[in-house]
């Protein structure tokens, strides 16, 4: 493939409207693509630093020699994938993804005296495991990282100082699933291509026979003819407009009383008509 700079991408957070990271209870259903909809259990987080997100796929392999000394095989022993990030928004959400949902608690909402009070429990316990979500764009290019099971479990210096933002930063540690998998990266390079309609559009629709006599209690079919014949959708509905003289299903008419019914048949595409008279005789 030719080199195209278009495909060069930076990781922008996609956070027009929520955080670009998000979290939900492990059972959650997952994007399997990158337009999915995602569940409403998932809650965004807050800003954040500019140092951006860090994927680190780690494994660790074991070498097996042969008896001369050449490397005859390489095992894979452990797979680690990690990400790594720092929150510069102080709040609710963004202290529960860093240090656990059952370690952080609102002790007072905001009121006249003072604003939301929250107290975070630091102690020898890790967070529980979530899913998370990671959400980036460059122009019309998106980029997603799914982490179907993961938690924090390690943390860099907090700092608190009057020349910068105080961040929490996280290193989060990754499961597999039930396929083995850690990690998904999904990808749209946000370019689009004109998809031609091939569609055949119903042009005309004709009714068979245009007449036909039945007695009470009895059936006749007619036949809706779709045109033309290569039309993408032939489906037609039916309809009588006497009920109580003749129905329709699917083309069969069944006389109900002495009288006269016109039976449509109505294209579903476009809307196409046709008719039939129908005279339903007493009988017997």
Do not use: C
Not at 40 to 50: C, N, T
Not at 61 to 73: F, K, M, P, S, Y
Not at 154 to 177: M, Q
């Amino acid at each position: 493939m030719a080199i195209d700079a278009t495909k060069v991408l930076v990781g922008t957070p996609d956070q027009d409207v929520t955080g670009a990271i998000l979290t939900a209870p492990i059972g959650t259903p997952l994007p399997t693509s990158i337009d999915d909809e995602l569940d409403p259990a998932f809650v965004d987080s807050g800003y954040v630093s500019s140092d951006g997100l860090t994927l680190t796929p780690d494994a660790s392999t074991n070498d097996i020699n042969e008896w001369g000394g050449a490397l005859v095989r390489r095992i894979l022993q452990t797979f680690n994938g990690t990400l790594a990030w720092s929150y510069i928004q102080t709040d609710i959400d963004s202290l529960k993804n860093t240090f656990g949902d059952n370690n952080v608690e609102v002790t007072a909402a905001a009121n006249a005296q003072h604003g939301q009070q929250i107290r975070v429990s630091m102690g020898a316990r890790l967070p529980e495991r979530k899913s998370w979500v990671f959400k980036m764009k460059d122009g019309n290019a998106r980029i997603m990282i799914v982490a179907p099971d993961a938690h924090p479990t390690s943390w860099d210096d907090i700092t608190f100082a009057s020349s910068d933002a105080v961040s929490w930063p996280i290193s989060l540690s990754t499961y597999p699933d039930s396929t083995n998998n850690s990690l998904y990266l999904l990808f749209d390079d946000g370019k689009t291509t004109a998809v031609q309609d091939t569609t055949v559009h119903a042009a005309s629709v004709t009714v068979t026979p245009t007449t036909a006599v039945v007695d009470a209690t009895k059936t006749v079919t007619l036949t809706a003819s779709v045109k033309p014949d290569n039309t993408t959708d032939k489906t037609v509905t039916w309809s009588s407009d006497n009920t109580k003289i003749a129905t329709v299903a699917n083309g069969v008419v069944t006389g109900v009383a002495a009288g006269t019914a016109h039976i449509t048949a109505t294209t579903k595409d476009g809307g196409k008509t046709a008719s039939a008279t129908v005279t339903v005789n007493a009988g017997a």
